[in-house]
T-cell receptor, first 109, second 114 residues
Framework: GQNIDQPTEMTATEGAIVQINCTYQ??????LFWYQQHAGEAPTFLSY??LDGLEEKGRFSSFLSRSKGYSYLLLKELQMKDSASYLC??????????WGAGTKLIIKP | ETGVTQTPRHLVMGMTNKKSLKCEQH?????MYWYKQSAKKPLELMFV???????ENNSVPSRFSPECPNSSHLFLHLHTLQPEDSALYLC?????????????FGQGTRLTVV
């Protein structure tokens, strides 16, 4: 079956760095997405990886290893506004998105 | 402003009521989606429309009925729902169904069935 695993909840300190991991098993692979979702709001697109390696975009970076079925989202210089849920989603060979349950990130002062 | 607008934002309905959720996108996309989001669970894909044609129905009960009159508008008609249908219903759009481009989401309708 198809499956995405990510931690349910993580806590980090303002100004620090946090890494949110995601492992996946899918039928085929057409890329991996990360979304941010603040409580009561729409999920918003953060990053897309289809090739191995690190993609950096400001304070956020996303890494992919296709051979290991593994990705992570790295958030640097954490700010209070980064408190949100982070959703990992993998696109299978049929271009269908398989979603993880999301990681709730709590930022403490 | 996400480009995808959903109404209403909140809805409380009885099990015998009939109501409709509305979604509109101003992004020129050809694919539109309905998702169900329950607490601590992955997003569940319900329906997919591509160029106004329904391409997927992921074993959704018939008490949920989608309608897509054009590529910019999507409705979800609800009738005789159950309390377990209470959830956040998200609409999304993307350029096309079979492309690896990101989806854009609306803010969702928080549905409570009493």
């Amino acid at each position: 079956g198809q499956n995405i695993d990510q931690p349910t909840e993580m806590t980090a300190t303002e100004g620090a760095i946090v890494q949110i991991n995601c492992t996946y098993q899918t039928s085929g692979f057409n890329g991996l997405f990360w979304y941010q979702q603040h409580a009561g709001e729409a999920p918003t697109f953060l990053s897309y990886n289809v090739l191995d390696g690190l993609e950096e975009k400001g304070r956020f970076s996303s890494f992919l290893s296709r051979s290991k079925g593994y990705s992570y989202l790295l958030l640097k210089e954490l700010q209070m506004k980064d408190s949100a849920s982070y959703l990992c989603a993998c696109m299978d060979s049929n271009y269908q998105l398989i979603w993880g349950a999301g990681t709730k990130l709590i930022i403490k002062p | 402003e996400t480009g995808v607008t959903q109404t209403p934002r909140h809805l409380v309905m009885g099990m015998t009521n009939k109501k409709s959720l509305k979604c509109e996108q101003h992004l020129g996309h050809n694919a539109m989606y309905w998702y169900k989001q329950s607490a601590k669970k992955p997003l569940e894909l319900m329906f997919v429309y591509n160029f106004k044609e329904q391409t997927e129905n992921n074993s959704v009960p018939s008490r949920f009925s989608p309608e897509c009159p054009n590529s910019s508008h999507l409705f979800l008609h609800l009738h005789t729902l159950q309390p377990e249908d209470s959830a956040l219903y998200l609409c999304a759009s993307s350029r096309n169904r079979d492309s690896n481009t990101e989806a854009f989401f609306g803010q969702g309708t928080r549905l409570t069935v009493v």
